[in-house]
């Protein structure tokens, strides 16, 4: 990921600021952990990106499988017990701990709005959902049905796992229990810096798209000296600094870094990124 130089410095006073505001976060959260012992914030990894449509209105929704060691595994399962359980008349009995994220509205390849879905496994349960399809068909299977009795909803089994896509959307932090129970319950979100308003627009906007420009609103941030920008091959990351707004998206092009631009301007306070696109 390459990082715009020219948004990195900062003053001394906003780094202050900035350490002032992580004391007093940090002083907040043990109290909250104090409070809370048998939940903890984590900040899953991207894992694989899997799109379907809801039955009623055929949208498309995506669901994000990330993966945290901080979620637990569940009981050893070999590839026979799977097939036995998935023949057996109530599969549903073998519960796997997962992490239900709040639904987040998104942009697909064709730049229509559409829904993500957040759910998080563990770690090692994902790697070996990877390496054997019946498993990750599994695992799909699972996240589906676990959004459909949260969410009310009804998905299609039709799905498609995308390929060079881990992720859609911007990656957040979720709240866990830490108690050993069959399923992990969400609470609600932890505290963290506002997300922008932002834009994304390809040009041309019709044909083979050259440009994905994002515009970002960053209302009360009088510099660009307060900006931390990455711009990665398909991923936007930004914060204003002293923690006043954080964004991290995932979008559906690859883009060219090393020619990408980005310029704030300070009396609309919004920062444009211009990005080459390389592939869609």
């Known amino acids: 990921m390459m990082t715009d130089s020219s948004l990195l410095n900062s003053e001394l006073d906003l780094q202050q600021q900035e350490e002032l505001y992580q004391q007093l976060l940090l002083q907040t959260l043990g109290q909250i952990n104090s409070e809370s012992p048998d939940s903890k914030v984590i900040r899953p990894e991207p894992g694989m990106c899997v799109k379907t449509f809801s039955e009623s209105n055929k949208e498309k929704v995506f669901i994000n499988v990330c993966q945290s060691n901080s979620v637990p595994p569940p009981p050893e399962l070999s590839r026979e017990k799977l097939v036995e359980l998935l023949q057996s008349d109530d599969p549903s009995g073998f519960r796997v701990p997962m992490s239900l994220g709040e639904p987040h509205t998104?942009?697909?390849?064709?730049?229509?709005?559409?829904?993500?879905?957040?759910?998080?496994?563990?770690?090692?349960?994902?790697?070996?959902?990877?390496?054997?399809?019946?498993?990750?068909?599994?695992?799909?299977?699972?996240?589906?049905?676990?959004?459909?009795?949260?969410?009310?909803?009804?998905?299609?089994?039709?799905?498609?796992?995308?390929?060079?896509?881990?992720?859609?959307?911007?990656?957040?932090?979720?709240?866990?229990?830490t108690k050993s129970r069959p399923v992990i319950e969400e609470l609600q979100p932890p505290y963290v810096p506002p997300l922008p308003e932002f834009t994304m627009i390809v040009e041309p906007p019709?044909?083979?798209?050259?440009?994905?420009?994002?515009?970002?609103?960053?209302?009360?941030?009088?510099?660009?000296?307060?900006?931390?920008?990455?711009?990665?091959?398909?991923?936007?990351?930004?914060?204003?600094?002293?923690?006043?707004?954080?964004?991290?998206?995932?979008?559906?092009?690859?883009?060219?870094?090393?020619?990408?631009?980005?310029?704030?301007?300070?009396?609309?306070?919004?920062?444009?990124?211009?990005?080459?696109?390389?592939?869609?």
């Open 106 to 177: 998104e942009i697909d390849n064709s730049s229509q709005g559409c829904t993500a879905y957040d759910v998080v496994i563990n770690q090692d349960f994902f790697q070996k959902c990877q390496k054997d399809p019946l498993f990750q068909q599994f695992v799909i299977l699972v996240s589906v049905e676990g959004l459909e009795n949260k969410y009310n909803l009804e998905l299609s089994r039709e799905w498609k796992v995308l390929k060079n896509r881990k992720f859609l959307g911007s990656v957040s932090e979720q709240n866990i229990r």
């Open 206 to 280: 019709a044909g083979e798209p050259e440009y994905l420009i994002a515009e970002i609103k960053l209302p009360g941030v009088g510099s660009s000296l307060s900006l931390v920008l990455d711009v990665g091959e398909d991923r936007l990351v930004l914060t204003a600094r002293p923690s006043l707004f954080h964004l991290d998206i995932f979008h559906p092009f690859l883009v060219d870094q090393e020619n990408s631009v980005a310029q704030y301007n300070s009396s609309t306070q919004i920062l444009t990124v211009t990005m080459p696109v390389v592939s869609s």
